[in-house]
Every structure is written in C-alpha cells, then in structure tokens.
C-alpha cells in the first residue's frame, strides 16, 4: 500500500497497481503469429493448387488434341512372345 496526504492533511493509503499480465501478452502475441502465419499458408496452398489445376486442365487439352485419334507414336509395346523350343518338343 502507498499512502499520500490528502487535502485535508490527513494519510490515505491506496492500493498497489498490479501490473501487466506477461503471460498473456506473450501468450496472444505467440498465437497471433501462428494464426497469421496458418492462415497465410492455406491461402498459399489453394493458390497453388488452383495453379496447379489449371495447368493440368490445359495439359490434358493439349495432349487430347495431339493423340485424339492415334496410340502415341513414340510408345512400343513391352510385351514379346517368344516361343520356348523345349516346351513344344515334349
């Protein structure tokens, strides 16, 4: 308690002043800047995947138009047949 005199002389006690509460500033601040830090990667993220639609939209149309009607022309197939001579002997 702090006292003063007051107008008519005589001491008058008033409470201390508590002060700010640390905890909570450092704990609001802390969860401000990952809030803001979470909402700035989610918008980065659907920016990036409508970019990234986009592009595969037009890909698509562009490889659609150029073997619409034909196989690619630089695939060959994997699969041989071979003939195995001791399996027609017996």
Known sequence: LEGYSGSTGSR?????????????????????????????????KVLTHLSDLREYKRFEKENHACFSHQDNPLFKSATTTVMNPKFAES
């Open 12 to 44: 008058v006690d008033t409470p201390c002043v508590k002060g700010p509460n640390i905890a909570a500033i450092v704990g609001s601040t802390v969860a401000g800047v990952v809030l803001v830090g979470t909402l700035l990667l989610a918008i980065w």
